[in-house]
């Protein structure tokens, strides 16, 4: 079935550097790719998120890629602060339908002063 | 602001019983979630609803049922509950199948099975 894998599980970066984190998925038809951001005791929420006919987008510190041929996508967070510090997911939508997603199984950021 | 609310943080709930997750949306999203989330293996989709009584199930629909008798409320049960049902449960919701498809997660309920 249709999967998405996400690395690393666990991210340390110096405060100031940048952090990324890879996925790659499985379905050849999933054309929406959001990331949320999961802070302590909270519910997951929208980061940014690119769409298959776009190859990049940025959003101030943070930008995402998606190379469709490979069927990799990335999150990149430059400058990173404490308030970085959190659970990241990658999501794939299952088939060219956005209503199901499909996440990853999460990247715990670190950020260290 | 979107406001996605379930009505426990936390459950401690006994082998058997029957457990009932609630979900309350205040944006008149259509789409609604249930989602279980589990160290190393992400979130699962358990069922979606796109309308009200209308309902699908997701990856891992076994053992659970849900409820949408109002377009705001989206309930999960748990017909006979059981220790591996020990998680992380979040309800999310969406406001439509197409163009504006952020979905919007509530703080999760951790339910604990004994």
């Known amino acids: 079935g249709e999967n998405v894998e996400q690395h690393p599980s666990t991210l340390s970066v110096q405060e100031g550097d940048s952090a990324v984190i890879k996925c790659t998925y499985s379905d050849s038809a999933s054309n929406y790719f959001p990331w949320y951001k999961q802070e302590l005791g909270k519910g997951p929420q929208l980061i940014i998120d690119?769409?298959?006919?776009?190859g990049e987008k940025k959003d101030q510190r943070i930008a995402v890629t998606l190379n469709k041929t490979a069927k990799h996508f990335s999150l990149h967070i430059t400058e990173t602060q404490p308030e970085d510090s959190a659970v990241y997911f990658c999501?794939?939508?299952?088939?060219?339908?956005?209503?199901?997603?499909?996440f990853g199984s999460g990247t715990r950021l670190s950020i260290r002063p | 602001d979107v406001k996605v609310t379930q009505s426990s943080r936390y459950l401690v709930k006994r082998t058997g019983e029957k457990v009932f997750l609630e979900c309350v949306q205040d944006?008149?999203?259509?789409?609604m979630f249930w989602y279980r989330q589990d160290p190393g293996l992400g979130l699962r989709l358990i069922y979606f609803s796109y309308d009200v009584k209308m309902k699908e199930k997701g990856d891992i629909p076994e053992g659970y049922s849900v409820s949408r008798e109002k377009k705001e409320r989206f309930s999960l049960i748990l017909e006979s509950a059981s220790t591996n049902q020990t998680s992380m449960y979040l309800c999310?919701?969406?406001?439509?199948?197409?163009?504006?498809?952020?979905?919007?997660f509530g703080q999760g309920t951790r339910l604990t099975v004994v």
């Open positions: 944006m008149d999203h259509e789409n």
């Open positions: 999310a919701s969406s406001l439509s199948l197409l163009g504006e498809i952020e979905a919007f």
């Open positions: 999501a794939a939508s299952k088939g060219s339908s956005a209503s199901k997603i499909i």
């Open positions: 690119i769409r298959s006919n776009v």
